[in-house]
């Protein structure tokens, strides 16, 4: 079992930057790929962002590349997203998730959520 609790979000200006924190319980979090995803109203929950186990590999979608950095910390079982220039698009509620599966950008390849987090840049 892994329980996740992310922290972070909040009301930035557009070109701002926010730092999202995702908190892991469980001795087994650094075997487990860590994703972020993010979820507009009326939108599906898409992928925003992952990083494999070892922190090797990471992953993003094309709508961030360049402006979001994931990363972990595996001694204190907590994975970061760093947001920089910020822009109204990117407001959504953010989750993130813990995984095994092989596809890290599919929602459904991760059995852990957590609660989310608000970003909210105003246009």
């Known amino acids: 079992q892994v329980q996740l609790v992310e922290s972070g979000g909040g009301l930035v200006q557009t070109g701002g930057s926010l730092r999202l924190s995702c908190a892991g319980s469980?001795?087994?979090?650094?075997?487990?790929?860590m994703g972020w995803f993010r979820q507009a109203p009326g939108k599906e929950r898409e992928f925003v962002a992952a990083?494999?186990?070892?922190?090797?590999?990471?992953y993003y979608a094309d709508s961030v590349k360049g402006r979001f950095t994931i990363s972990r910390d595996n001694a204190k079982n907590t994975v970061y997203l760093q947001m920089n220039s910020l822009k109204p698009e990117d407001t959504a509620v953010y989750y993130c998730?813990?995984?095994?599966?092989?596809?890290?950008?599919?929602?459904?390849?991760?059995?852990?959520w957590g609660q989310g987090t608000q970003v909210t840049v105003p246009s």
């Open positions: 990083i494999m186990w070892s922190g090797g590999s990471t």
């Open positions: 469980g001795r087994t979090f650094s075997m487990y790929t």
């Open positions: 998730a813990a995984g095994r599966g092989r596809t890290a950008d599919s929602k459904y390849e991760y059995g852990y």
